[in-house]
């Protein structure tokens, strides 16, 4: 029911946008979040986002270089990805809680918060 593109092939230092929507009709959603899984790894948290007020939260290993952001209007969540470094290499999947309420804490860094899920996409950063 989401639908992410952006990915791609790029070298260090580079910048990409993936965006995520929803693939069918629009619905309501408290936060969309981004998490990546590289191979061999786990998946991590990356940044997520809430639609009524536009509060964010990030991972530690991108913060300062990566920036979520929704359109409202489009129903469209992009994450900006600027440089980029090779451990930022993996499958970047979107997500979407929309069963939670209130303030976005700490527990949106838990996929298990997430109801629904894209089917990813590729970012390789080659060195």
């Known amino acids: 029911q989401l639908q992410a593109s952006g990915g791609g092939l790029v070298q260090t230092g580079a910048s990409l946008r993936l965006s995520c929507a929803p693939s069918?009709?629009?619905?309501?959603?408290?936060?969309m979040g981004w998490f990546r899984q590289a191979p061999g790894k786990e998946r991590e948290f990356v940044a997520a986002?809430?639609?009524?007020?536009?509060?964010?939260l990030y991972g530690e290993s991108v913060k300062g270089r990566f920036t979520i952001s929704r359109d409202s209007a489009a129903d469209t969540v992009h994450l900006h990805l600027n440089n980029l470094k090779p451990e930022d290499t993996g499958v970047y999947y979107c997500?979407?809680?929309?069963?939670?309420?209130?303030?976005?804490?700490?527990?949106?860094?838990?996929?298990?918060?997430?109801?629904?899920w894209g089917q990813g996409t590729q970012v390789t950063v080659s060195s």
């Open positions: 069918g009709r629009s619905f309501g959603w408290f936060a």
């Open positions: 997500a979407a809680d929309t069963s939670s309420s209130g303030r976005l804490t700490g527990s949106a860094r838990y996929a298990r918060e997430y109801e629904y």
């Open positions: 986002v809430t639609w009524r007020t536009g509060s964010t």
